[in-house]
Nanobody, 127 residues
């Protein structure tokens, strides 16, 4: 069974930084695209960044230039470095792994493309 676990959330002041980590229990993690999503209270879950197995990256307009996604397949880890945080970044952040066979250079910000999800980690940005 695939297990996805996020960590690194917390409370930070506006303008601050946090790095989220995601560990995925896949021996072949290097063949999976990984996405980061977030869900604020009363809002739909939105995709904010993804990285393909071949390390192609996508960022949503809301985080572009402030967030950086990276992966370390040796450690089975994916990271989301967040800087310039704003109160509107407050949400539960989720990591997810793409469905098998998605292609080495493919990733997306669509929740329906992802098969394996973590439980999320809370990020709160105070003003």
């Amino acid at each position: 069974q695939v297990r996805v676990v996020e960590s690194g959330g917390g409370l930070v002041q506006s303008g601050g930084s946090l790095t989220l980590s995601c560990t995925v229990s896949l021996s072949t993690l290097g063949t999976y695209g990984i996405g980061w999503f977030r869900q604020a209270p009363g809002k739909e879950r939105e995709g904010i960044s993804c990285i393909s197995a071949g390390s192609s990256k996508i960022y949503s307009d809301s985080v572009k230039g402030r967030f950086t996604i990276a992966r370390d397949d040796v450690k089975n880890m994916v990271y989301l470095q967040m800087s310039g945080l704003k109160p509107e970044d407050t949400a539960v952040y989720y990591c997810a792994a793409l469905r098998t066979g998605s292609g080495r250079y493919y990733c997306s910000l669509r929740t329906t493309d992802y098969a394996y999800w973590g439980q999320g980690t809370q990020v709160t940005v105070s003003s």
